[in-house]
């Protein structure tokens, strides 16, 4: 199976799109490493995961792949006592989001990296229609 250079550039797109989901995600678990719930005994924010999917495109006859709805992390939510807070519960225990900045971070640095992949084989496939179409007018 042959791929052109524009079927290149879409494959990266594909991929770009797919990291971009990934990072808006990353974000919003960051965003909400300590947000609580508001009401005694109530969930805090709940981590979601990144999940990637494989599918058909049968204009270009490759698998290719996409950003799909994120799933909410099933680990059990940490606890901190402080039974000041507002939403601690009867023994004075506060549920915390499960989100651990730190792998967070990490997996958004490797989403970046991801990303920038997909981001220099389109600048190589641009370069290189550009040096053809250079070879043509001479």
């Known amino acids: 199976m042959q791929i052109d250079l524009g079927s290149m550039m879409e494959i990266s797109g594909h ?7 990934r990072m808006r995600t990353l974000a919003e678990n960051i965003a909400n490493a300590n947000t609580t719930g508001q009401t ?12 990637f999917e494989d ?6 006859g ?6 799909n ?3 909410l ?12 807070h507002p939403a601690a519960d009867a023994k004075g225990y506060v549920k915390l989001p499960n989100v651990n900045g730190l792998m967070e971070m990490m997996d958004m ?6 990303y920038e992949a997909n981001l220099s084989v389109i600048d190589a496939t641009r370069s290189m229609i550009g040096r053809t179409i250079d070879l043509l007018r001479v």
């Open 15 to 21: 991929g770009m799109r797919a990291q971009t989901g």
């Open 40 to 51: 005694p005994g109530s969930n805090p924010y709940q981590r979601k995961i990144p999940v």
């Open 55 to 60: 599918y058909l495109d049968k204009k270009l």
């Open 62 to 67: 490759l698998e290719l792949v996409r950003f």
């Open 69 to 71: 709805k994120p799933v």
């Open 73 to 84: 992390d099933q680990k059990e939510f940490p606890v901190r006592y402080d039974p000041s």
């Open 109 to 114: 640095k490797e989403a970046q990296r991801s």
